[in-house]
C-alpha cells in the first residue's frame, strides 16, 4: 500500500518567516495530495490541495508544488503569523474505478510560529 | 451547510466494553470514511463507506466494524475494548467516491478507555 513520509516533525519559526513543509509518498498511482491543519482540540481542516496534473497552486500565503517523478510534495507558508501555529498534515489518495476513496495521511509537522 | 457532526464528542468505556460512534455527513456526502488518531500514529484509516456498501477497510482486528444507513449516516463499532483504542475518532464525508474527492472531517469522538 501507499506509504507517506512527512518531514520535520516538529518546526519552530520566527513570525514572518517562511515554513516548508516535505512529504513523500511510495504508490505512483497516487493523484490528489491535500493539506490539513488541525488546531489543538478540533477538527482537521482542508488548507490547499494539489492533483497530480499540476506541478503548483497557490492560495494567498499558502502554496503547494508536487513532483511527481521524485513522488514528494511539499507546502510552503511565507509571512507566517502565530495563528499558522498547528499541526499540518499531507495526504496522498488514489481511487482505481471503484475501489473507494481511501487517504494516506503522513505523521504530522507541528509547527510554532513565535511572536 | 451544516458540516460533519460526530456523536458522541466524549466518552469513557471500561476494557471489554463495546462503543458505537455515531457520523453524520455533509448533506449530500454519499461517501464517509473513519479514521482513529492517536499521537504515536498519526491518522490511520479504519474503513469507507459509499451508497451502504463498504468499499475499502483499513489494518484495524475484526474487532472494529461500521455501516452506513441510507440516508448515509454512518456509525462504527468497536466491541472488547482495549485500552489501546483510546483515541480520537474522526469521521470525514465527501461528494462522490473516488480519488480526488476532497474530504471533510468532523470534530471526532474521543474515546478513553479504562
Known amino acids: 500500500g501507499e506509504n507517506v513520509e512527512q518531514h520535520p516533525s516538529t518546526l519552530s519559526v520566527q513570525e514572518g518567516d517562511s515554513a516548508v513543509i516535505k512529504c513523500t509518498y511510495s504508490d505512483s498511482a497516487s493523484n490528489y495530495f491535500p493539506w490539513y491543519k488541525q488546531e489543538l482540540g478540533k477538527r482537521p481542516q482542508l488548507i490547499i490541495d494539489i492533483r497530480s496534473n499540476v506541478g503548483e497552486k497557490k492560495d494567498q500565503r499558502i502554496a503547494v508544488t508536487l513532483n511527481k517523478t521524485a513522488k514528494h510534495f511539499s507546502l510552503h507558508i511565507t509571512e507566517t503569523q502565530p495563528e499558522d501555529s498547528a499541526v499540518y498534515f499531507c495526504a496522498a489518495s488514489r481511487g482505481i474505478g471503484n475501489t473507494g476513496n481511501q487517504f494516506y495521511f503522513g505523521t504530522g509537522t507541528s509547527l510554532t510560529v513565535i511572536p | 451547510k451544516a458540516g460533519v457532526t460526530q456523536t458522541p464528542r466524549y466518552l469513557i468505556k471500561t476494557r471489554g466494553q463495546q462503543v458505537t460512534l455515531s457520523c453524520s455527513p455533509i448533506?449530500?456526502?454519499?461517501?464517509v470514511s473513519w479514521y482513529q488518531q492517536t499521537p504515536g500514529q498519526g491518522l490511520q484509516f479504519l474503513f469507507e463507506y459509499f451508497s451502504e456498501t463498504q468499499r475499502n477497510k483499513g489494518n484495524f482486528p475484526g474487532r472494529f466494524s461500521g455501516r452506513q444507513f441510507s440516508n448515509s449516516r454512518s456509525e462504527m463499532n468497536v466491541s472488547t475494548l482495549e485500552l489501546g483504542d483510546s483515541a480520537l475518532y474522526l469521521c470525514?464525508?465527501?461528494?462522490?467516491?473516488?480519488?480526488?474527492?476532497?474530504?471533510?472531517f468532523g470534530e471526532g469522538s474521543w474515546l478513553t478507555v479504562v
Open positions: 448533506s449530500g456526502h454519499r461517501s
Open positions: 470525514a464525508s465527501s461528494l462522490e467516491q473516488g480519488s480526488g474527492n476532497t474530504i471533510y
